[in-house]
């Protein structure tokens, strides 16, 4: 069963340098949407197992890589390919607005 890696402010280039689709949660425990969208994520993780990588930013506490990508509100789900952002959600949606977001990356 896969796991959303959590990304630190040391970590997060070695993560981000992968050749399959990532897609990374920046959250916080003490906000509300993210506590909705958190399991969604998980979830993901273990549907898309071997096929892209889930990773999870607690914004509170690396406030580094949150500044890099202009994290201003959250949850803030950033979409890589190739190390670049392709694709962003801002906001609790619901898990179909991911996949689909998810399978474009992966096509």
């Known amino acids: 069963m896969s796991k959303p890696i959590e990304l630190t402010d040391n970590n997060y280039n070695e993560v981000l340098d992968s050749q399959k689709p990532i897609l990374v949660d920046f959250w916080a425990e003490w ?3 993210c506590k909705l969208i958190g399991p969604v994520v998980e979830e993901l993780a273990r549907e898309y197992d071997g096929k892209a990588v889930f990773a999870k930013v607690d914004v509170d ?12 509100s959250i949850p803030t789900l950033l979409f890589f390919k190739n190390g670049e952002i392709v694709d962003r959600q ?6 179909s607005i991911l996949a689909k977001k998810l399978e474009a990356q992966l096509a």
């Open 61 to 72: 506490s690396n406030p580094v890589i949150s500044a890099k990508y202009g994290i201003r």
């Open 31 to 33: 906000c509300g949407p």
């Open 90 to 95: 801002i906001g609790a949606v619901p898990k």
